[in-house]
């Protein structure tokens, strides 16, 4: 069973950073798809950042040149650095591989001042 951990979320100012974890269980990472979601307050869950087994790179318009999506095949853990963070990147964040697994509990990302 597929077991999805994301950590590394908290309260930052505008302008300042984050570096999310995933630790993946279940499943080998290396020939997977896997991606970074946010859901804000009544908004949907969206995809922001997503990469190939292969290291191609997918990042949303509202998160492209700020997110960096990377993996580490060998720790199965996928990471999310956000910097230059905005108020409208608040939301949880979660990981999951494409296509879905069941999700995760999510961390909570609040940039606030």
């Known amino acids: 069973q597929v077991q999805l951990v994301e950590s590394g979320g908290g309260l930052v100012q505008p302008g300042g950073s984050l570096r999310l974890s995933c630790a993946v269980s279940g499943i080998g990472i290396s020939d997977e798809a896997m991606g970074w979601y946010r859901q804000a307050p009544g908004k949907q869950r969206e995809l922001v950042a997503g990469m190939l087994s292969d290291g191609d790179t997918y990042y949303g318009d509202s998160v492209k040149g700020r997110f960096t999506i990377s993996r580490d095949n060998a720790k199965n853990m996928v990471y999310l650095q956000m910097n230059s963070l905005k108020p409208a990147d608040t939301a949880v964040y979660y990981c999951?591989?494409?296509?879905?697994?069941?999700w995760g509990q999510g961390t909570q990302v609040s940039v606030s001042s």
């Open positions: 999951n591989s494409i296509p879905n697994s069941p």
